[in-house]
């Protein structure tokens, strides 16, 4: 059995990797990307999604916008194709809760699913 060579190879598949996913694919590398997550799924800081909580940070400051703010992969679109985009901007919050933004993360580590071997070990 052959076992497949990759040009890039990441680990772990919290936000760092994952802007690292998004870039090369809105750049259109051709090269072959896989990352190693030893959880079974994308997730951020699961300790500390504290109802009520915020992330301190302004939204658009996500994953994505400062690269490339027409980017299918920004908080605000994560808000609109969930339907959550005029509830979110009737909250009055100025910085998303943690638990959205950890929804969020999920939400954009789903597209990439298929660049990933969760928890490799079994």
């Known amino acids: 059995m052959m076992n497949k060579i990759n ?5 772990g598949f919290g936000p760092a ?13 051709d090269k072959s ?6 959880k079974q799924n994308s997730s951020w800081q699961n300790e500390l999604l504290i109802s009520d909580s915020d992330i ?6 996500d994953l994505v916008t400062p690269r490339n703010p027409r980017s299918k992969y920004s ?4 808000l609109f ?14 910085f ?5 933004y950890n929804q969020y993360v999920t939400w ?5 699913s298929h660049l990933v071997k969760y928890n490799p070990t079994k």
């Open 75 to 78: 908080f605000t679109n994560f």
């Open 33 to 38: 990307v896989l990352f190693f997550e030893k």
């Open 17 to 29: 990797n994952i802007a690292v996913a998004i870039a090369l694919e809105e750049m259109y590398c």
């Open 108 to 112: 954009v580590a789903e597209h990439f």
């Open 56 to 61: 301190q940070n302004h939204p658009l400051r």
């Open 81 to 94: 194709e969930k339907s959550r985009l005029y509830e979110y901007l009737n909250t009055g919050y100025t």
């Open 7 to 11: 040009d890039i190879i990441g680990i």
């Open 96 to 100: 998303p809760l943690r638990i959205e």
